[in-house]
């Protein structure tokens, strides 16, 4: 059974830097496609930022050069650097694992406001 538990998320200032972690149990992390999506108040959940097993990244238009996302087999954990946000970057992010089903953790709110 996995799971996925994330960290690191709370309110900053336009301009500002969070890191968020994503703690994954079981035995197929690093034999996974591991990401970030988000999903802002009264929108779809989006992709943020996807990592495959050959550390092959993926990020969506409006992230990239901002965001940075990386994984450490080792300790199973899954980080997204967030750099320069935005207003509309607020939303829970929610960390993913991919291995015929998707899993899904529980979500921690971003808040980027002034």
């Known amino acids: 059974q996995v799971q996925l538990v994330e960290s690191g998320g709370g309110l900053v200032q336009p301009g500002g830097s969070l890191r968020l972690a994503c703690a994954a149990s079981g035995a197929i992390f690093s034999i996974s496609t591991v990401g970030w999506y988000r999903q802002a108040p009264g929108k779809q959940r989006e992709l943020v930022a996807t990592?495959?097993?050959?550390?092959?990244?993926n990020y969506a238009d409006s992230v990239k050069g901002r965001f940075t996302i990386s994984r450490d087999n080792v300790k199973n954990m899954v980080y997204l650097q967030m750099n320069s946000l935005k207003p509309e970057d607020t939303a829970v992010y929610y960390c993913n694992l991919r291995r015929l089903e998707d899993y899904w953790g529980k979500g921690t709110l971003v808040t980027v406001s002034s």
């Open positions: 990592i495959g097993t050959m550390q092959n990244t």
